[in-house]
C-alpha cells in the first residue's frame, strides 16, 4: 500500500513562494502518474497539478502559470513550486497517484495558507 509524507507547507502572504515535497514508498513510483490535490476548507479535495512517469505535466485552470509540479524518479519524490499565491489557494495538499483505487490512503497533507 502506498505510504505518503507531505511536508513544506506554511503561512505566506499573497504574491509569495512555498515548494512541497511528497516522499513515496510502497509503489513502483517510477511507472505511476502523480498528482497533488489540494482540499479548501469546506470543499472536496481536488486535483489540482499532475506529472506522468516520463515528465508530462497538467493543471488546474486555477493554478495554471503558478505552480510547478516536478518529480526525482530516483528518490520516489514528487514536489509542487507554487508561485504568485493567492488566498484562495489556502487548504491542505496532499500527493498521491492520479489513478486512485476504491479506498485510496492518504498522508497527513501540509497546510497551505495564503493571507491577503
Known amino acids: 500500500q502506498v505510504q505518503l509524507v507531505e511536508s513544506g507547507g506554511g503561512l505566506v502572504q499573497a504574491g509569495g513562494t512555498l515548494r512541497l515535497s511528497c516522499q513515496v514508498s510502497?509503489?513502483?513510483?517510477?511507472?505511476?502518474?502523480m498528482g497533488w490535490y489540494r482540499q479548501a476548507p469546506g470543499k472536496q479535495r481536488e486535483l489540482v497539478a499532475s506529472?506522468?512517469?516520463?515528465?508530462?505535466?497538467n493543471f488546474a485552470d486555477s493554478v495554471k502559470g503558478r505552480f510547478t509540479i516536478s518529480r526525482d524518479n530516483a528518490k520516489s519524490s514528487v514536489f509542487l513550486r507554487m508561485d504568485r499565491l493567492k488566498p484562495e489557494d489556502t487548504g491542505v495538499y496532499y500527493c498521491?497517484?492520479?489513478?486512485?483505487?476504491?479506498?485510496?490512503?492518504w498522508g497527513q497533507g501540509t497546510q497551505v495558507t495564503v493571507s491577503s
Open positions: 506529472i506522468a512517469n516520463l515528465g508530462a505535466t
Open positions: 498521491n497517484e492520479v489513478q486512485l483505487g476504491s479506498h485510496p490512503n
Open positions: 510502497g509503489i513502483l513510483f517510477r511507472t505511476r502518474t
